[in-house]
């Protein structure tokens, strides 16, 4: 069984840089062809995809914040990541780590992030 | 880009009805188009895969049709624990994945 824990800070100044970790147990980040993904959602709203990394390492991003965001992999600790800079209130959201493949089959429980001073 | 849209926003409905729910993606995704369901504070759970294809585990009143464009999430009869809201997702792997916007199903 494959689980997706997110990890990092739940609070975040405006104009820093949002960091969180996603580590995946019960199966190989790098096995398979799986994209690993992010995605987010404001409180009451809707999901919103941020962006995903293929096991080879290539990455795709939302157009709306590819200048902003960043998805890394450490295959020798299972995890793989976001960065999203200079963050505003409009980056507080409940943060989904998941992997894609056929749709999002697994996805992690979410990270509340806000972004305040 | 490819931006999609949800019919309708919300539905109200009864247990025993039977739901519809459409989802329009502004190019062709083929059948790369995915549903979920979410309930409040939880994580979404995959329902339909590849436009029709029923995720292990879901109930076969949950079924999904469609190709190109449109596409739809049926419930053949609603039962109390499907109130909820629905995302469709298109996943063509040449571009950036999309949610649409979402149906609430609600207590009529």
């Known amino acids: 069984q494959v689980r997706l824990q997110e990890s990092g800070p739940g609070l975040v100044k405006p104009s820093q840089t949002l960091s969180l970790t996603c580590t995946v147990s019960?199966?190989?980040?790098?096995?398979?062809?799986?994209?690993w993904s992010w995605i987010r959602q404001p409180a009451g709203k809707g999901l919103e995809w941020i962006g995903r990394?293929?096991?080879?390492?290539?990455?795709i991003y939302s157009p709306s914040l590819k200048s902003r965001v960043t998805i890394s992999v450490d295959s020798s600790k299972n995890q793989f990541s976001l960065k999203l800079t200079s963050v505003t209130a409009a980056d507080t959201a409940m943060y989904y780590c998941?992997?894609?493949?056929?749709?999002?089959?697994?996805w992690g429980r979410g990270t509340l992030v806000t972004v305040s001073s | 880009d490819i931006q999609m849209t949800q019919s309708p926003s919300t539905l109200s409905a009864s247990v025993g009805d039977r739901v519809t729910i459409t989802c329009r993606a502004s190019q062709s995704v083929s059948t790369w188009l995915a549903w979920y369901q979410q309930k409040p504070g939880r994580a979404p759970n995959l329902l339909i895969y590849q436009a029709s294809r029923l995720e292990s585990g879901v109930p076969s009143r949950f079924s999904g049709s469609g190709s190109g464009t449109e596409f739809t999430l049926t419930i053949s009869s609603l039962q109390p624990d499907d109130f909820a809201t629905y995302y469709c997702q298109q996943y063509n792997s040449y571009s950036p994945f999309s949610f649409g916007p979402g149906t609430k199903v609600d207590i009529k």
């Open positions: 990394l293929y096991t080879g390492g290539s990455t």
């Open positions: 998941a992997r894609e493949g056929e749709g999002a089959d697994y």
């Open positions: 019960g199966g190989s980040i790098s096995g398979g062809s799986f994209y």
